[in-house]
């Protein structure tokens, strides 16, 4: 065979459209791509929290039914949370303290959202207890706020420490108004 015919049979061969291999190329690539999204998606997606865990992360509470001087109990996370619908003795109380007189100083208006009802986690900030005076007739301490017997720290009724061992205040949550009655915490 001469060089010539060597020459015509290479040039035969390749193809007409260039263009062709590159498209060939990049579909390979998306394939290959899209094989490792949905290998890698089910290992990302079990990262997430359990559905049970997100039920626990908002809860909604109905305050209508609470009346003044009153309060409740509920169960956000774990953590009992207290919600007292406050007189108004017990604001005027809470609004009235001197700031100079607080361990760990904060007024009551940052405390409660609305002044009628405030909301704390009740879990006293010494050791983890729980604080009594959520129950009617219950020892309510010094400040007829909360008293948590364990070691004998006193909240006043905005949840502030004001007497014990206890360093910090009554933890407030997180929490919206979703209506006048609705309370979201989380």
Known sequence: MAKSDTKKMTASKRPEDPGRRDFIVIATNAMAGLGAVAVAWPLIDQMNPAADTLALANIEVDVSKIAEGQSITVKWRGKPVFIRHRTEDEIARASATDMSDLRDP????????????????GVCT??????????????????????CP??????DTSGRIRKGPAPTNLEVPPYTFLSDSVIRIG
Not at 132 to 142: I, P
Not at 150 to 155: A, L, P
């Open 126 to 147: 010494h050791l983890g207890c729980v604080p009594l005076g959520q129950k009617t007739g219950e020892v309510r301490g010094d400040y007829d706020g909360w008293f």
């Open 106 to 121: 904060e007024s009551d208006q940052a405390r409660a959202e609305k002044p009628d009802y405030l909301v704390l986690v």
């Open 150 to 155: 364990c070691h004998g720290s006193h909240y």
